[in-house]
């Protein structure tokens, strides 16, 4: 068995297995939970809705369809291309000789739940993504067409509205920063495509990070959450929302356990701007960050090891003329603690754009306060093409290498940048070769990146930074911090050990 998946969690079709072991027994009142269950079940299960979805495809190529990970049409293009075969297959006939259907329209099945009684829906955004048609069926088997509000990819979430015929229930958010670890919560959802279904567990963890996205911030639970329970509700034993449901870690698609909800302190700041602008609109800082490591918070003189290290800063954002640079750590945004890096995405996405926020920074050692007028995120830029050269350009002309750390260098010139194509504004020490079994190599130093900084102060020779390094070892560091910039300009620090 392979090792388990992360899954959304949207229902494709009917599922139902059960297997009796043996005579039902009654479990000790503990054993079931609290009491206050079954009355917030009864509370708040008339505004957890089913989202139908249905999409036109193209069956005319005869191969499956590339889909983003987690689509609601994901297995069923899985399952119908892998069992299509024969009279009426792609290219083929139908059984009177008639051409193969050109078209079909699929449906998907997830969860929703209603926010405000006049109609506004809020489900996960791959529930209803590419879909043509979006319905709202209510708990009492009542279909309303919906209107698609907006969208936000970076935290799944969408926001539907439906005009209704007849008074809606509606539920409210509660405060997901007052969970605790052990609380009791309860997941209300369409899992498999049997509607309202009613699940309890506990909150595992908080702040979850599962690599879905650069906000990942998610509430694990071991409430059952299964496919099509994607959209649906996380309440707390107040009848409140406290997450929407999303993912599940599993090996089959069913649960296990381990099922992760987006918090709905988060929730409420995307879905009042899609409300509002119909679109999400986070603010910007203009830096590119690293995690700040144990090598490099004691190279920097940072103790303990904390915050976001600026890794580059962008010309035309805000952080540059506000006085950010490269090789400074943020360690407080807007009077928010930077524990981590990955805690700075979330808090400047979550400022509003235009504010202008005080950041702290540590700078050589030393904290510095700077204020940044702070900018909107506009979509992100293209991946930069691979570092690695090609394996026919011919060996460097060595006669101004030096060997240091793993690394052989040379100074940078016309030839160079000509031949592992370095943009003009790259400035530095050239890498023309990487030890293999080197603490380099381990880093992922490829030939052609360019060494512009060592310990914070340029170098513009190989002579020169070989001299940095001498000295650094004189001086008793263990660990030395470079700057290593790609050919495209695109920074990072690294940390390599000097021993």
């Known amino acids: 068995m392979g090792a388990p998946s992360i899954r959304y969690t949207t229902a494709f079709a009917l599922v139902l297995a059960a297997a009796l072991a043996g005579p039902l027994t ?9 009491e206050g269950i079954a009355d917030v079940a009864e509370q708040v299960i008339d505004a957890v809705v089913n989202i139908s979805t249905k999409q036109k495809v193209d069956l005319n190529s005869g191969a499956m369809p590339q889909l983003p990970p987690g689509s609601p049409f994901e297995e069923f293009f899985e399952e119908f291309f892998k069992n299509r075969r024969g009279p009426g297959g792609p290219g083929g006939q139908g059984p009177n000789g008639n051409n193969a259907p050109q078209s079909r329209r699929v449906n998907s099945l997830g969860s929703g739940f209603i926010i405000d009684a006049e109609g506004y829906v809020v489900t996960n955004n791959h529930v209803i993504a590419d879909a043509d048609e979006v319905s709202v069926i209510l708990n009492d088997g009542s279909t309303l067409k919906a209107e698609l509000i907006g969208t936000d990819k970076k935290t799944d979430l969408a926001l539907l509205k439906v005009t209704p015929t007849k008074p809606l229930k509606a539920v409210k958010f509660g405060d997901s920063d007052k969970l605790r670890l052990g609380e009791w919560v309860i997941a209300i959802g369409n899992p498999f495509s049997l509607g309202g279904t009613v699940t309890a567990g506990i909150v595992s963890a908080r702040n979850r990070d599962i690599q879905s996205g650069p ?10 959450i299964n496919r099509g329970n994607s959209g649906g509700p996380l309440f707390n034993l107040d009848g409140d929302v406290i997450g929407v449901n999303t993912a599940i870690i599993s090996p089959s698609g069913g649960s296990i356990g381990i099922g992760f909800a987006v918090p709905s302190k988060t929730a409420v700041a995307v879905l009042d701007q899609l409300r509002n602008y119909k679109e999400v609109r986070r603010g910007w800082l203009g830096v590119r960050i690293q995690q700040v490591t144990d090598e490099i918070a004691e190279s920097l003189n940072i103790k303990p090891a904390r915050g976001a290290l600026i890794a580059g800063v962008d010309d035309k954002g805000p952080a540059k003329p506000a006085g950010i640079e490269p090789g400074d750590v943020v360690v407080k945004f807007d009077g928010k603690d930077v524990k981590e890096m990955r805690d700075l995405p979330r808090i400047v996405a979550d400022t509003a754009v235009g504010k202008d926020v005080e950041v702290i920074i540590i700078r050589k050692g030393k904290e510095e306060t700077k204020t940044v007028k702070l900018g909107r995120l506009e979509d992100e830029k293209p991946t930069p093409a691979s570092l690695t050269p090609k394996k026919d350009q011919p060996d460097e002309d060595k006669s101004s290498v030096r060997k240091a750390l793993g690394l052989d260098l040379a100074n940078l010139n016309d030839a160079n940048r000509k031949k592992y194509k370095i943009e003009d504004k790259v400035k530095g020490v050239v890498i023309t070769g990487v030890d293999p079994n080197s603490a380099a190599a381990e880093k992922r130093l490829q030939p052609g990146m360019v060494i512009s900084e060592v310990q914070q102060q ?9 001299k940095r390094i001498d000295q650094l070892k004189k001086d008793g560091k263990k660990t030395v ?8 300009g695109d920074p990072s620090f690294v940390a390599i050990g000097l021993q």
């Open 458 to 466: 340029p170098v513009t020779s190989a002579a020169d930074l070989q």
């Open 26 to 34: 009654t479990a000790p009142a503990l054993a079931r939970g609290p």
């Open 481 to 488: 911090v470079l700057l290593v910039v790609s050919p495209s």
């Open 215 to 224: 906000y990942d911030n998610y509430i694990q639970t071991d409430a059952a």
